[in-house]
């Protein structure tokens, strides 16, 4: 009973997680059309495009491409019932952070394998960059995490919510300042929004691992960043914001930070991958040791 | 007297001798090495815990005795090593490189020898066969001219080790008058309040050996060539089960109870540990940045073997119950799936002839079974739960974040993040891409290669999935240090000290999102499979072009853009400081030798002058 | 037609990603199409990288011989459903172009354009008409451009061979001047 | 004191029959290598029944002349151990020279090598200094013209070098007994040995320190040592397996039994009487000695002067095995020096084998031997990690307690054995060198070796042994156990066997 209860609460945490994404990512093309001063999409366009490309045909190059895929959307899914949403909150004792970061890898492993089996090189070569930008991103971000978790004295994000609850000013965001703006420039890298967005830069390398997707692949490539969205923005939510009492006020902070991201994102060119990387080993890196340092002393 | 512990080394001995005659024979030899392997398992199955046999040796002037002892510690190394050795000795029966069979078993003699001994005759013994063992293995490499510098160089390192380790065992006998080590260690552990120099002094000549053979910063340079160009069959050993020794002679002589003395310390760890911890951190760091811009395949994976050592020092240095806990454990996950890497290697070396990544791809289709093991085995090493990598990595993050070793926690964390970088490339290279016209004939290995394969792939799911299994002994080893250990809760469990993590629920977890994945993926439009040229080529038509396989395969300079930053480090050569001291000694040789003037008269001159000196020495004294 | 295909239709014709294959003049008439005065991206309509991911190819402009190889090229590695925009009158018959020897006047004689916009250059507003026009065909399942490529397959490739034979060159090899020398 | 008067036939028979070879010269050529193999062989036999039916000690008396007043020769344990192991390598070269001594003076070259056994045998057997020193010369003097043998010019040149140091040192040597004798009046090593603190300290410092510079040259200590690079360079194959398997252990024996037995005083740890530790002497000869031994073996090109050099180092690790005094280092000593002379007779051998298949001596000439000859380069391989004192063979154990006693000592021997360690991963290198390259084969397909049954036998048995030792090191290590003893307690172990009713002083 309790088994087909938490399969309930999974699959609604999925479906959440899949149309929260997908909003977000309409929302967010009709913000980024007014700062261009356009009228911009309708902010449904993101649901009528998944849908069309999953009508699609489309081709593949062999097994592992569907798979990879496939594992690309599925892992995600699967690490996001671990997130602590507001109220809902599937596994509480379950919850490490450092598991779903893992988790998550192995969405972006099974992307890889995918778009690189197609064998195209503008592929390959965007994951060389996504994984180039990981290793940038993930070091400051490492530090701030393991700054919350010496801080709470727990690793797990159910924990860490807790020990937030009370008010504005037990936020993580008001105890560990410079850690959240860390974060928060790890987060834009993340995210693959500009000025970090070299992984998928259409003019350079054809859309880097989207250039053999169509159809429906090009659908799940859509649902796993909308869930990688909803994902990343809800970890930060739960390290910094201190989660949220139910689920609502928890995607609209979640929202929150992904209209920074998106207003950055607006107005930034794009890096060069290396120069990606050394300003994540500068700034946020700087940053976060500050507050690692803080944290510690 | 359990005379039982005795066969575990003369069994393999005594297949040594026998393999040793056949060796012309290479299915005989490779067969006789598989049954004696499968024959010291089984004879492993009937030694327990707290058995011991000792035997006594004439020499040095009194009568020595030799123990064999099962701890809790070496029955674990045991298990681990002499499974993997027979599942290694199974898969070598189809095996073509030139590994000897006889080697490989004298190696297991000294294997078992090493981690049951209780006395450091025994110990150094089997330490020194394993050495020259595996020096000799090294030899029968693919590059020839290759192999023979990577056997020189591993053996001036191992035998510079042993030496070292000998001086401390004879200093320690000084001291104490007898061999064993349990007794040594406790006398040390008493010392170490009054004279700690000089039990640093001691037990750093011991760590100097064990660094070496596990290729701990600043000794790991002889890792990548010594894996790179042994015997494809040999590698795996090598790097799963050799690798251990070293790590296992540090935990013999970690619990010397620094804390209780009083020691001063450095973020809750004697600050010893301290600084070993960082060698084992700069480990893993190195072993990963290095990893990542190889080319050749084995030399890939020997810094990413390197590199996770890195990790098993770094998290037994604290020596804290979940240190000690993370250690172990990764160790053995270390070994399944490295193991099961290099042996997905040989696989695909043997197949493909070359080990370069610049010259393979697209394998995956023809290599279905090898092609998913490694899969399995990069998403072990990357960390990925559910499989059995994520667990230990897990706990050293614990381990190291519950002393607030945060700087090391972050480079920990960079090491992983960077060794998904180096496998994913590894992934790439070999299985996905464009397949070469080369290999349209490649064939996948025969079946016992396949047994051996998925039986890894599933053993790195089972102890992933079930951690328990490993967890529970490690529990009891890290009870008979004198630590209490980690709550030991249902099979599945991790337990950390911040959270715990429930495996077969993250396991379930992705069984269902796959389940609705592939419905979805199902459920949508139809989709038809094209042939890998038919590709985006901006518009190209590839025969025009004269596009092939090869040309369109991404493999070469692959991380082009982060060799540029680490450049500032490409210049310190630990390697280059090696090879100074070589290149020193070689000179002062060359300059001595001139003393041999090769002329009557001078010698007779030198004899006088000699006998002048002691004359005058004489008349002073 | 099902109402499945009715609906599948109606959200086809509001999302229709385009690949621009930019020959000529006529690629100076997208960017205001797109940017902030025209704004196509309010009707769905967003520019993609590659043809794997789009749904219209947008031709704009001339195309000679050898571009037209390119274009069948990419055009066949779109998946279906897909349409074809003949941009210009470069498309519809050559435009100034259509006494030249090395460029083709017809489109349509080698793979079905669903839609021509005519002028030169025909203007933004043009472009936005011709996409509101192929919307509706979408949404009325009226283009079916490629249906009708893959059922007159045999007349779209001798139409193509036929000008594609003027690319291969007079004298292929070495031997052969020579010996007429 | 018990009187085995045969026993002098170990002397006596290789003697007789070194002179009467020019007889069976007449008959045939090669039957004088037959017979000096015989006479070798009966050396073997008989010496090996003195030492497995444990006939010692005894004492050899010369006319019925009790020592101290006639010449005797001693058979003690190091002598009976000693004398086997002189025999029987002796017995295996002479199996070689059936092979590889062809051409020349064939029958000339029998009876030096008769010599040359009994000269060692008796240098090793003798209780007399004076004899000793006529030993010495008999032995010398037949390995100068030894090594002139051979068609090579290079062998005179070593012959030369060999004869002008050996000459100093056997003069040195004889100012030293002179010495001694002024001041006690006998040249039994027994009494003097039981009367050395009855002489004036200054003198017999003197006197020690002429002895030990003269048998120094011998020993191979630098820097008495100029000789050995290019004598064993020069020397064929079987006198050099000679010198290093033969002379050095008679070079060394004599050595320290004047060092310890002669100069020594008992103790935990040895020391010499006079002003000046010679046992300290030595320890930093043979020290420098490894040290340039190895460094110089390091750098070179030519596995046979590599192998000289060698054998120069491991004699200092054998005297510095020695020097330390402790019985288990007087151990280490004698077992490293019997290994050393099997596993370096050995691999002179099979140089001797490669150069009389037509193969060079260059490192580079063992490329892609494992290929033309497994058996041979196992050999190598053997003898080369027994050298290394690799476990499983038999140099382990003695390298083991040669460590093992000088950290027991500790002190500054701390510091020797960390040189000497320093050194011996110089060893292990060009040793390891050779081996790595006998098993890289080439890529063009050569011939195979064929090894003939004479060299071959040699070679097979020094394999086995060596082997048989490093995994049963019992049997030699407990005759180097007792010979340990005769060098550390030179009171009971030699003086009062040799004559019972001296005064203990």
């Known amino acids: 009973m309790i088994v087909l209860l938490k399969l309930i609460q999974g699959i609604g945490a999925g479906a959440l997680s899949i149309s929260i994404g997908l909003l977000f990512v309409g929302i967010g093309r009709k913000i980024t059309a007014r700062i261009h001063r356009r009228y911009g999409p309708p902010f449904v366009q993101n649901f009528i495009d998944l849908f069309k490309l999953l009508s699609k045909k489309s081709i593949s190059h062999g097994f592992t491409f569907d798979l990879g895929l496939i594992a690309g959307f599925s892992a995600l899914l699967a690490a996001v019932v671990f997130l602590p949403m507001g109220q809902i909150n599937i596994f509480p004792h379950n919850s490490s952070l450092i598991m779903i970061l893992y988790l998550m890898t192995m969405a972006y492993l099974g992307m890889a394998m995918g778009v690189s089996s197609s064998g195209n090189p503008n592929a390959t070569v965007g994951i060389a960059r996504a994984l180039t930008l990981t290793m940038g991103y993930e070091v400051p971000f490492a530090a701030v995490i393991f700054s919350v978790y010496l801080f709470a004295h727990t690793g797990s994000l159910t924990n860490i919510v807790a020990a937030q609850s009370g008010g504005f000013m037990n936020w993580n965001l008001v105890k560990l300042p410079f850690g959240f703006v860390a974060a928060e420039i790890a987060l834009q890298g993340m995210l693959g929004e500009a000025p970090f967005d070299m992984a998928i830069a259409p003019a350079e390398i054809a859309s880097g691992p989207m250039v053999e997707m169509g159809g429906k692949y090009l659908g799940f490539g859509m649902l796993q960043h909308s869930i990688g969205l909803f994902l990343e923005t809800g970890i930060m939510v739960d390290l910094f914001l201190g989660g949220g009492s139910n689920v609502w006020i928890f995607v609209i902070k979640q929202f929150e930070l992904y209209f920074l991201a998106l207003l950055v994102n607006a107005i930034f060119p794009r890096f060069k991958i290396e120069d990606g990387v050394s300003f994540m080993w500068k700034v946020p890196l700087l940053l976060g040791i500050v507050q690692a340092l803080i944290v510690v002393l | 007297m359990n005379t039982n512990l005795i066969w575990l080394v003369a069994m393999p001995l005594i297949g040594s001798a026998v393999t040793a005659v056949v060796v012309r024979y290479k299915f005989l030899d490779r067969l006789i090495t598989f049954l004696t392997f499968a024959t010291t398992l089984f004879v492993l199955f009937l030694a327990h815990v707290g058995q011991s046999y000792s035997w006594t040796l004439k020499f040095l002037g009194t009568t020595l005795n030799l123990t064999l002892n099962v701890s809790h510690l070496s029955i674990f190394m045991l298990y681990i090593s002499i499974a993997f050795g027979t599942v290694l000795a199974f898969y070598s029966l189809i095996d073509n490189s030139r590994m000897k069979g006889f080697l490989l078993l004298l190696v297991l003699a000294a294997n078992n020898w090493i981690f049951m001994s209780n006395d450091m005759i025994g110990f150094f013994f089997a330490w020194e066969l394993m050495g020259w063992a595996s020096v000799v293995s090294v030899l029968g490499g693919r590059e020839k001219e290759k192999s023979r510098h990577a056997a020189l160089y591993y053996a001036m390192m191992s035998v510079a080790g042993s030496y070292s380790m000998l001086f401390g065992i004879f200093i320690l006998w000084r001291l104490t008058g007898t061999f064993s080590i349990s007794a040594n260690i406790a006398y040390l552990s008493s010392i170490i309040g009054g004279h700690p120099w000089w039990v640093l002094g001691i037990v750093s000549l011991f760590f100097m050996t064990f660094m070496i053979k596990s290729g701990i910063f600043p000794f790991h340079t002889w890792v990548p060539l010594a894996y790179a160009y042994s015997p494809d069959a040999f590698t795996p050993f090598l790097s799963a089960a050799m690798s251990k020794y070293g790590v296992y002679g540090m935990l013999l002589f970690l619990p010397l109870g620094l804390l209780e003395k009083g020691f001063p310390t450095a973020f809750g760890v004697p600050w010893t540990n301290y600084i070993f911890l960082w060698f084992g951190v700069i480990t893993a760091v190195v072993g990963t940045v290095l990893s990542i811009f190889q080319d050749d395949v084995k030399k890939l994976f020997a810094y990413s073997s390197l590199s996770n050592l890195g990790y098993v020092v770094a998290a037994i240095a604290l020596f804290t119950p979940v240190g000690i806990t993370a250690g172990i454990y990764h160790a053995f996950n270390h070994l399944l799936f490295e193991g099961a890497l290099f042996i997905t290697l040989l696989a695909v070396i043997s197949r493909s002839g070359t080990s370069k990544l610049s010259e393979m791809g697209g394998l995956w289709k023809k290599m279905p079974i090898t092609f998913f093991t490694f899969f399995v085995g990069i998403a072990s090493a990357a960390g990925i739960p559910p499989f059995n990598g994520f667990g230990s990595k897990w706990l050293v993050y614990q381990a190291m974040i519950k002393q607030h070793l945060i700087f090391a926690t972050i480079l920990l964390f960079l090491a992983s993040t960077g060794a998904f970088m180096y496998l994913f490339k590894a992934f790439h290279s070999i299985f996905l891409g464009q397949l070469s016209h080369d290999y349209e004939r490649v064939k996948e290995v025969p079946i016992v290669g396949q047994i051996v394969e998925a039986f890894l792939m599933i053993a790195m799911i089972f102890f992933g999935v079930q951690p328990g299994y490993i967890l529970k002994p490690i529990g009891a080893i890290v009870k008979s240090m004198g630590l209490k250990p980690l709550p030991v809760m249902a099979n599945g469990y991790v337990a950390g000290m911040f959270s715990n993590v429930y495996m077969p629920l993250i396991g379930w977890s992705l069984v269902v999102s796959f389940i609705f994945g592939f419905i979805l993926f199902y459920v949508s439009a139809e989709h038809k499979n094209v042939s890998q040229t038919d590709n985006y080529t901006a518009g190209q038509i590839p025969e025009d072009w004269g596009l092939t396989p090869e040309t369109y395969q991404f493999s070469w300079n692959f991380y082009q853009p982060v060799e540029k930053l680490f450049v500032p480090f490409f210049r310190i050569k630990i390697d280059g400081f090696f090879r100074g001291i070589g290149d020193w000694t070689k000179a002062t040789g060359s300059a001595i030798k001139e003393i041999f003037v090769g002329n009557a008269q001078m010698y007779a001159f030198f004899a006088i002058v000699g006998l002048i000196i002691f004359v005058i020495a004489g008349w002073m004294a | ?181 | 004191m018990s009187i085995f008067n045969n026993a002098a036939l170990l002397i006596a028979v290789p003697l007789l029959f070194a002179f009467s070879i020019p007889l069976f010269g007449f008959v045939s050529k090669q039957l004088t290598k037959w017979v000096a193999l015989f006479t070798i062989g009966f050396n073997a036999t008989f010496s090996l029944y003195i030492l497995l039916a444990h006939k010692y000690p005894t004492v050899v008396v010369m006319g019925n002349w009790v020592p101290p007043f006639g010449e005797n020769l001693y058979i003690g344990p190091v002598a009976a151990f000693l004398v086997s192991v002189i025999s029987l390598i002796g017995l295996l070269i002479a199996i070689y020279n059936l092979w590889a001594i062809k051409l020349g003076d064939v029958t000339r070259f029998s009876v030096l090598f008769l010599m040359f056994i009994a000269g060692a045998s008796g240098m090793v057997l003798t209780g007399d200094i004076f004899n000793l020193f006529i030993f010495m010369e008999i032995t010398g003097v037949s390995s100068y013209a030894l090594v002139a043998y051979g068609p090579r010019r290079r062998a005179l040149g070593g012959a030369f070098k060999f004869l002008v140091v050996s000459s100093i040192g056997s003069t040195l040597y004889l100012l030293g007994v002179m010495l001694i004798y002024t001041q006690l009046g006998t040249l039994n090593i027994a009494e003097i040995a039981a009367r050395i603190n009855q002489t004036t300290p200054g003198l017999l410092t003197f006197a020690g320190i002429l002895l030990i510079s003269g048998l120094a040259v011998e020993a191979e200590l630098f820097p008495f040592n100029g000789w050995v690079p290019d004598t064993y360079t020069g020397a064929v194959n079987g006198i050099s397996a000679a010198l290093s398997g033969v002379g050095a252990i008679a070079g060394v024996y004599a050595l320290f039994r004047i060092v310890m037995t002669v100069l020594g005083r008992d103790g935990t740890y040895v020391f010499t009487y006079g002003k000046l530790d010679l046992m300290t002497v030595v320890a930093i000869l043979a020290t420098a000695t490894v040290i340039i031994g190895e460094l110089s073996a390091l750098v070179q090109k030519n596995v046979k002067k590599m192998l000289a050099y060698s054998s120069m180092a491991q004699m200092g690790l054998v005297a510095a095995g020695f020097s330390i005094g402790s019985k288990l280092g007087v151990y280490g000593g004698i077992f490293q020096l019997v290994n050393h002379s099997i596993a370096k007779s050995m691999l002179f051998l099979i140089v001797g084998v490669l150069v009389g298949s037509g193969l060079g001596e260059r490192i580079e000439d063992f490329k892609g031997l494992w290929r033309r000859s497994p058996f041979l380069s196992l050999a190598f391989t053997i003898g080369a990690f027994s050298m290394l004192g690799f476990p499983l063979f038999a140099g382990f154990w003695s390298k083991f307690a040669i460590v093992g006693a000088s950290i027991q000592r500790g002190g500054w021997y701390d510091f020797v054995i960390g040189l000497i360690l320093f050194a011996s991963v110089v060893e292990a290198f060009y040793y390891l060198r050779i081996v790595t390259y006998i098993f890289s084969s080439t890529s063009i397909k050569e011939p195979k070796i064929r090894v003939n049954l004479s060299p071959a036998i040699p070679i097979f048995i020094l394999a086995v042994v060596i082997v048989a030792i490093g995994i049963y090191p019992n049997f030699i290590g407990s005759f180097s156990m007792q010979s340990a003893g005769e060098f550390t307690h030179k009171m009971t172990g030699y003086v009062l066997n040799v004559i019972p009713t001296i005064a203990a002083h």
């Open chain 3, 1 to 181: 037609m099902s109402e499945w295909d009715e609906l599948v239709n109606y959200f086809r014709g509001r999302s229709m990603w385009m690949l621009h294959y930019c020959t000529g003049c006529g690629a100076i008439e997208l960017p205001p199409t797109m940017t902030s005065r025209w704004d196509m991206e309010r009707f769905g309509i967003i520019p993609m990288a590659t043809p794997r991911q789009a749904d219209i190819l947008l031709i704009t402009g001339y195309l000679s011989i050898k571009t037209l190889k390119r274009v069948v090229y990419t055009y066949e590695q779109m998946s279906a459903p897909k349409w074809v925009l003949g941009f210009g009158s470069c498309t519809i018959n050559g435009g100034i172009y259509w006494d030249s020897y090395g460029v083709i006047q017809n489109l349509d004689k080698y793979i079905p354009v669903d839609l021509y916009i005519a002028g030169c250059m025909p203007r933004p507003e043009a472009i936005l008409d011709a996409f509101g026009k192929l919307k509706k065909m979408v949404q009325k399942g009226e283009a079916k451009g490629y249906e009708k490529y893959i059922k007159n397959y045999d007349w779209y490739k001798a139409n193509q061979d036929r000008v594609f034979r003027r690319t291969e060159p007079v004298l292929r090899k070495a031997e052969e001047v020579t010996k007429s020398a």
